[in-house]
């Protein structure tokens, strides 16, 4: 064993290996990970969990006439990913033959009219997080991915102001993928796709140990060919 850290060339190979090993390991990291089919992207999640709230919601209005108009008003917001929500509302009405339409700011708009009652819904969140990023197996990184999506919803008589249904609804949704995928169930033109990641990087730890192995062979290098000469 002795004989190998006096070899020369065996200290430099082993320097020149530890010093690509710092400057590629992320790029090995990355070329590590494997690809899972269907896998939903960020804004899928969002809108399967809009239409589970939506159906649950069309299922306890059931008692309301197919022939009256249900004004939908949106009394909370949650950001920019309301009109994910929004679209599935029209989408699913649509779909379960309600009269319906969106109620106007003005009490005198002819889009109110005829509006026999409102459904009122706060979204109180709709959002994609990324809880754990992780390794397993060293080298293949997992990101833990957690949706949810709770509403508040009113059913009001518009006659008289009773409030004649009321739900509170949640859903969840939880997977794992690879990290390499993060880039693909991500979208850029949407910030509620792209949650904050706080990860850790085997990196972090690796690199310090190798740098300094690759300090301590230059420096046995150098006070080697010194005692040479």
Excluded at 113 to 124: D, E, H, P
Aim: glycine share 6%; with cysteine.
């Amino acid at each position: 064993m002795t004989h190998f850290f006096r070899d020369k060339g065996f200290v430099k190979t082993v320097s020149m290996v530890c010093l690509f090993a710092v400057l590629g390991i992320d790029p090995l990291l990355a070329a590590s990970e494997k690809s899972e089919p269907e896998i939903l992207t960020n804004f899928e999640i969002v809108e399967r969990l809009s239409s589970e709230s939506v159906r649950e919601i069309i299922a306890g209005i059931g008692s309301v006439g197919k022939s009256d108009l249900v004004l939908l008003s949106k009394a909370k917001t949650a950001g920019t990913v309301d009109f994910v929500l929004e679209n599935v509302f029209v989408r699913e009405m649509r779909a379960a033959g309600f009269r319906f339409a969106i109620e106007s700011a003005k009490k005198d708009d002819p889009v109110n009219a005829g509006g026999k009652y409102r459904l009122s819904y706060q979204i109180v969140r709709l959002s994609v997080a990324y809880v754990d990023i992780s390794r397993s197996w060293l080298f293949w990184k997992r990101v833990e991915r957690s949706a949810q999506a709770d509403l508040f919803v009113q059913l009001v008589d518009v006659a008289t102001g009773d409030i004649t249904w009321v739900g509170e609804i949640h859903k969840e949704y939880g997977d794992k993928i690879p990290y390499g995928d993060l880039k693909v169930v991500e979208d850029a033109q949407y910030d509620f796709t792209r949650p904050s990641r706080s990860e850790f990087k085997m990196s972090r730890i690796l690199e310090p140990i190798v740098v300094g192995g690759i300090v301590v062979g230059l420096v046995y290098l150098f006070f080697s060919n010194q005692s040479s000469d």
